[in-house]
Each structure stands twice: as structure tokens, then as C-alpha cells.
């Protein structure tokens, strides 16, 4: 099966500009995933959808960064105005469901430089 | 103070060493991940265990409940094992999210 396609691999902006990236899960998978991971850090968790409904966005700043998955299936996550504090991997995921004994399948992650 | 510990953050050994990557954890679990990821941003899952060992070629993974800590090895070691090896832990409950550790960074040389 073919795994989790996230794209761009790479973008660098300007700070103040905006920026968007796009995940296409596992097909069949309702759990997806959007991590933050700053250089040196393990990935921070900063939006789980399941389906098309948001179930955790805690983390997610949301005066400058949004999620959606209209229909329940590729997701983009967008950042407006970016900062240089952005400049990071972002790492999309999905699992069958949500929940303990669900795998995590992640993407090859969008490295962003912010400058 | 984390709620996921690796030890050690970085690593270099020499080609056909035996290497150990430990995690300690503070928080209950209903599972635990061992991951890996290359140069590159993408990770790859290599085991996923709640109680005793895995094995798979040439890593063995072992988690001890009680004490919270798990140990990641890899025998015969290569510079294709080369990589960032994150530890993270699954939460209980319905959502269970997953919380990384730092990572420890691998290189092995030939």
C-alpha cells in the first residue's frame, strides 16, 4: 500500500510571508496527524484530525497557523505570517484510528526554513 | 523535566558494534515506539511493544513496565544504521497521542 505523500520537501520563505503544505494519508486511515519538529527535538504534536473533525489542537498556535481536512482525507496545514521561530520539519501522519494499538504511518515530512 | 528521557543524545561507534539506545519514561503507557529517521525528515516505525521484547534482524527491543524503560539494540552494527532513533510513548485513554523523546543521534562508521 502506498504510504503517507506529503509535498512541498522543501520550502524556504521570508518571514511575514505565508506558506502551505499538503498531506495525503494511508488510504482508509481516519487519524491524521500534524507535527512540528524543531531542529534537535522530537516532534510536537500540533493538530490530530478524525476524519474531517478536529479531536486535538492544544498546541497549535492559532493566530498564525490552520488545519483542515474538508473532506476526510488529504489535509493542509497552512502558516500566515511565518516567523523564523517556524523554521522547522512538519511531519504528517495517519493511523487507521485513533487510540492504543494503532500504528502511526508518517510522511517523509516538509522541511521549512523561515529567513 | 521530560516526560520521555533518551540516553544517550549522541552516539558514534565503529562498524560491527554493539550498540544500545536506552529510554526512560515517567508518565503510565499503553505502548511504546521505537522509531527512526534519517537524514531527510522521514521516520519510519521499527517497533511498537507494551510488554517484554522484539526482535527484527538485527534490533532487539526490550521494555521493562515496572522500572518504565525500554532499550533499543542493534547488533553487527553498519553506516547504514546511521540515523536519529526516537523513543515515544502512547498515552491510555481513546486518543492515546504519542509523546517523543529528544532522539539520539547514530553514527556508525565504517
Known amino acids: 500500500e502506498a504510504g503517507v505523500a506529503q509535498s512541498p520537501r522543501y520550502k524556504i520563505i521570508e518571514k511575514r510571508q505565508s506558506v502551505a503544505f499538503w498531506c495525503n494519508p494511508i488510504?482508509?486511515?481516519?487519524?491524521l496527524y500534524w507535527y512540528q519538529q524543531i531542529l534537535g527535538q522530537g516532534p510536537k504534536l500540533l493538530i490530530q484530525?478524525?476524519?474531517?473533525?478536529?479531536?486535538?489542537d492544544s498546541q497549535l498556535p492559532k493566530d498564525r497557523f490552520s488545519a483542515e481536512r474538508l473532506k476526510g482525507v488529504d489535509s493542509t496545514l497552512k502558516i500566515q505570517p511565518a516567523k523564523l521561530e517556524d523554521s522547522a520539519v512538519y511531519l504528517c501522519?495517519?493511523?487507521?484510528?485513533?487510540?492504543?494499538?494503532?500504528?502511526?504511518?508518517f510522511g517523509p515530512g516538509t522541511r521549512l526554513t523561515v529567513l | 523535566k521530560n516526560e520521555v528521557e533518551q540516553s544517550p543524545q549522541n552516539l558514534t561507534a565503529q562498524e560491527g558494534e554493539f550498540i544500545t539506545i536506552n529510554c526512560s519514561y515517567s508518565?503510565?503507557?499503553?505502548?511504546l515506539h521505537w522509531l527512526q529517521q534519517h537524514p531527510g525528515g522521514g521516520i519510519v516505525s521499527l517497533f511498537m511493544?507494551?510488554?517484554g521484547k522484539k526482535k527484527h534482524g538485527r534490533l532487539i527491543a526490550t521494555i521493562n513496565i515496572q522500572e518504565k524503560h525500554s532499550s533499543l539494540h542493534i547488533t553487527a552494527s553498519h553506516p547504514r544504521d546511521s540515523a536519529v532513533y526516537i523513543c515515544?510513548?502512547?498515552?491510555?485513554?481513546?486518543?492515546?497521542?504519542?509523546?517523543f523523546g529528544k532522539g539520539t543521534k547514530l553514527s556508525v562508521k565504517p
Open positions: 508518565v503510565g503507557i499503553s505502548a
Open positions: 501522519a495517519s493511523s487507521r484510528q485513533a487510540g492504543a494499538g494503532n500504528e502511526q504511518f
Open positions: 484530525f478524525q476524519n474531517n473533525g478536529v479531536v486535538d
Open positions: 515515544a510513548v502512547r498515552g491510555g485513554g481513546s486518543q492515546g497521542n504519542l509523546i
Open positions: 488510504s482508509g486511515h481516519a487519524t
Open positions: 511493544l507494551s510488554s
